[in-house]
Structure formats: C-alpha cells, structure tokens
Nanobody
Framework: HVQLVESGGGSVQAGGSLGLSCVAS????????MGWFRQAPGKEREGVACIGRDGITMYSDSVKGRLIISQDNAKKMMYLQMNSLKPEDTAMYYC?????????????????WGQGTQVTVS
C-alpha cells in the first residue's frame, strides 16, 4: 500500500498561480502511475493530470496548457504547478497512485489516495 500526503493548497485570485506537492511512501510498485484529481462541492471527482513512471503525462482538456504535472522519483515526490487559475478550478485536490500497467485519468483505477488539499480561486 502507498501512503500519500499533499501540501501547497490555498487561496489565490483568478489569474494567479499555486504549486501543489505530494510525497509518497510505502510500496514502490504501487506508484507506477500517479495523478492529481479534484472534487468540487456537489460534483464528481475528476482527473486533472497524471504521469507514468516513464514520465509520460496526460491532462484533462480543462487544464491543458495551464497546469503542469511533474515528479521526482528519487524523492518520491509529485508536483502540480497551477498557472492562470480560474474560479472553476476551485476544488479539493487529491494525489493518487496506482500500480500495474496503464496511466489514465480514471479515479476508479487508482488504489491509493491522499487526504486532499483545498484550492480556492476567487
């Protein structure tokens, strides 16, 4: 099992930037793919970005060009640089990890989750 802890959320004005971090510990092979998901009140959890161990990334259309996912495997860290933020980006952001093959923005495919960090854009 993989343990994940997010940090870096907060409040920012529209057009501003925030950086999120996620530190992982535990079962290494459970981190073949890591991703960022978000959930706004009253809405379903949605995928934002994910990155495979090989560094290949995938983004949702709503964040493409504004958010950048990256990782440092040696430090067991994953990051999300959020630029040009919009009010509709307001949500709880979760770090998640999955093992096995494949790396897609499907929440049901991810076995390990962090506790979440709030991002508010006004």
């Amino acid at each position: 099992h993989v343990q994940l802890v997010e940090s870096g959320g907060g409040s920012v004005q529209a057009g501003g930037s925030l950086g999120l971090s996620c530190v992982a510990s535990g079962y290494t092979y459970g981190r073949a793919c890591m991703g960022w998901f978000r959930q706004a009140p009253g809405k379903e959890r949605e995928g934002v970005a994910c990155i495979g161990r090989d560094g290949i990334t995938m983004y949702s259309d709503s964040v493409k060009g504004r958010l950048i996912i990256s990782q440092d495997n040696a430090k067991k860290m994953m990051y999300l640089q959020m630029n040009s933020l919009k009010p509709e980006d307001t949500a709880m952001y979760y770090c998640a990890a999955k093992g096995g093959v494949g790396c897609r923005l499907k929440p049901t495919e991810f076995a390990s989750w962090g506790q979440g960090t709030q991002v508010t854009v006004s």
